[in-house]
């Protein structure tokens, strides 16, 4: 690798940004359909999908600086309590959303749809801090790439998502004091709102943002996506740029979109998609496939059915360790979607030394992650926080061991091609690790609700599929299909008390509940 783009190189910039992003919005880019509007996304425009804006906005019953100025105002009635958002662009939103108008520029693929962006993708002249006391006064002079794909498909930056500090965590203060919470249960901040990815999550979730993307390494788009009734794609590794990201993992991390449906999530990564100089992961891959279309239900005479016959893997651990409200939540599940035609569902088995393979071995992530970090390490440990032990770790292990991980992936790759995918297309999951170690694309979309524990508050249910390298189309369709026969993506949370009336106490998180949550 050039040393231009060595990640040593980006995390010692110590200034503005180091090299320019590419501007142009990707290729792949493709608009939404007009779809029919639901009476709720009438009435309310931050109820309102990506696909439902954009019909509003090109029928002119709703103007960008409507769309976005309703959202602000729910995030100056609301973010006192979900603290969603670290940082507020409001004046430069406003802006934006007049230039829309004034232009009648409501043709591209997100034209004057406001977003959320997590913390740790690089925006020109606002902080980009990653939530982290390292990079707690970092300024970029450029984007991201993925941020400069977004705001020239037409998107409009909102903020800065609040995030787990260096992506670690579920989003806390560096000292362990939550932030962010679930937007289904705001009054109870035990309750898991996913991994780092919490603020672009909880922004959509209690639609103070359209969509929004993050980041994931260990699970932190899916997690926060199926425990916040969101559609969340993770795509395969390279399929999107994370150039100007600040890094966890470079064999790891990915950027992708949390949404409210699999269109909308068709449509922000069809934007994301595509080669990116900048990030030499992205080039030489197959052709982003058509996605908005992917992610169309196809009506046959039968009523839904698949666009391509799929085999959905389902894996001996899918009813382990559930309550039985979980439990019954996946059986209606498998029950609707095995009634789609096109659908097939069959069991399959792990290899021998998946937990070997997936558990174990899984701990050479943090070799990987501490390397770019170390000047900071040894310059001082209570930077790192929270998390500071896992970053210890990092330094501790031993190159061989870093080695004889990337052996373990190797045969980890070649036993699911040999084994589980030679018995399904798609395999659901019971953790998004698996696949996060391997680059594969995973989605995660909302199935019903369950108290989120014995005894606590309803929250929502969700499940992960992965699919095989590039085939984000075939998970969107298994997606698509389910949710036009269920309406569990169309439910939102009840508003909290616009006034956060909890004690500091109640909100630090115990060394169990980081360790649990850590990415």
């Not at 609040?162 to 901040?189: C, S, Y």
């Not at 210890?392 to 990337?406: A, C, F, R, Y």
């Not at 014995?454 to 699919?467: H, K, S």
Request: glycine letters at 8%; proline letters at 7%.
């Amino acid at each position: 690798m050039s040393r231009a783009l060595n990640r040593r190189t980006f995390l010692a910039a110590s200034g503005g940004a180091t090299f320019a992003a590419a501007a142009a919005v990707s290729p792949t880019a493709q608009a939404a359909p007009d779809v029919t509007l639901r009476a709720a996304a009438v009435d309310d425009p931050t109820e309102a999908t990506i696909a439902e804006a954009l019909t509003m906005l090109r029928a002119g019953t709703l103007s960008a600086t409507e769309l976005v100025q309703t959202h602000l105002d729910r995030i100056d009635r609301f973010d006192d309590t979900y603290q969603a958002f670290n940082t507020v662009t409001a004046d430069s939103a406003l802006a934006k959303a007049a230039e829309v108008d004034a232009r009648g520029d409501v043709r591209r693929a997100l034209s004057g749809i406001p977003l959320c962006i997590k913390d740790n993708y690089w925006t020109a002249g606002v902080r980009t801090t990653a939530n982290s006391r390292i990079f707690a006064d970092f300024v970029p002079d450029t984007d991201a790439t993925a941020v400069s794909r977004l705001t020239a498909a037409g998107g409009i930056v909102l903020g800065k998502g609040q995030m787990g500090p260096l992506a670690t965590t579920r989003a806390t203060t560096p000292a362990g004091v939550v932030t962010t919470v679930n937007a289904w249960t705001p009054e109870d901040v035990t309750v898991d709102p996913g991994g780092s990815s919490t603020g672009p999550a909880t922004s959509v979730a209690g639609r103070l943002a359209t969509s929004s993307i993050g980041t994931q390494t260990g699970g932190s788009i899916t997690e926060p996506s199926r425990q916040q009734n969101l559609t969340g794609l993770k795509p395969t590794m390279g399929r999107t740029s994370i150039h100007g990201i600040i890094p966890l993992s470079f064999t790891r991390d990915h950027s992708g979109p949390l949404a409210r449906d699999a269109m909308d999530a068709a449509i922000v990564l069809s934007v994301l998609a595509g080669p990116d100089p900048l990030d030499p992961r992205t080039l030489g891959l197959p052709k982003v496939p058509d996605l908005v279309t992917a992610a169309t239900p196809v009506y046959g005479t039968r009523g839904v059915e698949l666009r391509r016959a799929t085999r959905i893997g389902v894996p001996g651990d899918f009813f382990a360790d559930l309550t039985p409200e979980v439990a019954a939540a996946r059986q209606s599940f498998l029950d609707r979607v095995a009634a789609v035609p096109g659908v097939t569902l069959v069991d399959v088995t792990y290899p021998t030394d998946w937990e070997l393979l997936t558990g174990a071995f899984n701990a050479i992530r943090l070799s990987e992650r501490t390397e770019p970090f170390r000047h900071w390490l040894r310059q001082d440990l209570s930077l790192f926080g929270v998390s500071s032990l896992s970053w210890l770790q990092g330094l501790l292990l031993s190159g061989d061991e870093w080695i004889t991980g990337q052996r373990a992936k190797t045969w980890l790759l070649q036993e699911l091609f040999s084994g589980l995918f030679t018995q399904c297309d798609v395999v659901l999951q019971t953790s998004p690790v698996p696949f996060d170690i391997l680059g594969l694309p995973e989605i995660a979309f909302p199935i019903g609700e369950a108290p989120a524990y014995d005894g606590g508050p309803l929250a929502p249910v969700g499940v992960i599929l992965g699919g095989q390298p590039y085939e984000e189309d075939r998970l969107l369709q298994v997606a698509a299909a389910h949710q036009a026969v269920s309406d569990f993506h169309l439910r939102r949370p009840v508003d909290p008390a616009p006034v956060r009336l909890l004690s500091s106490a109640a909100l630090q998180l115990d060394a169990a509940t980081v360790a649990r949550t850590a990415q």
